[in-house]
């Protein structure tokens, strides 16, 4: 069966067929990128970027954003002050002045 004719059987669009990815390889940049953010657990993905740029490693911002993402990484949320449990004692009402 030709490509043509299976394509219309199914309905899909021949281009999607043949479609390959053109994305090159970065395994190495997500290696590295887990390294840096092993040793700077604070540092967010701009900061990574920064670090990365600096060892030559030159990407876009959304590039960098969906390695940071798809590793699963991510800048730890800080928790809230714990604040203090219970009420207050009410203020004493005056019985005359001063």
């Known amino acids: 069966?030709?490509?043509r004719w299976?394509?219309?059987i199914l309905g899909?669009?021949?281009s999607r067929v043949?479609?390959?990815s053109r994305r090159p390889v970065d395994d190495a940049i997500r290696e590295r990128m887990r390294e840096l953010a092993r040793e700077r657990r604070r540092f967010c993905f701009r900061r990574l970027g920064i670090l990365l740029r600096r060892e030559g490693i030159v990407m876009?911002?959304?590039n960098l954003l969906?390695?940071?993402r798809e590793q699963g990484l991510a800048v730890r949320r800080r928790t809230g002050r714990?604040?203090?449990l219970g009420t207050r004692a009410p203020m004493v009402v005056p019985d005359g002045l001063n």
Do not use: G
């Open 1 to 3: 069966m030709s490509e």
């Open 6 to 8: 299976a394509c219309a």
């Open 12 to 14: 899909v669009d021949r």
């Open 18 to 20: 043949r479609y390959q």
């Open 60 to 62: 876009n911002r959304k």
């Open 66 to 68: 969906r390695l940071y």
């Open 82 to 84: 714990k604040r203090v």
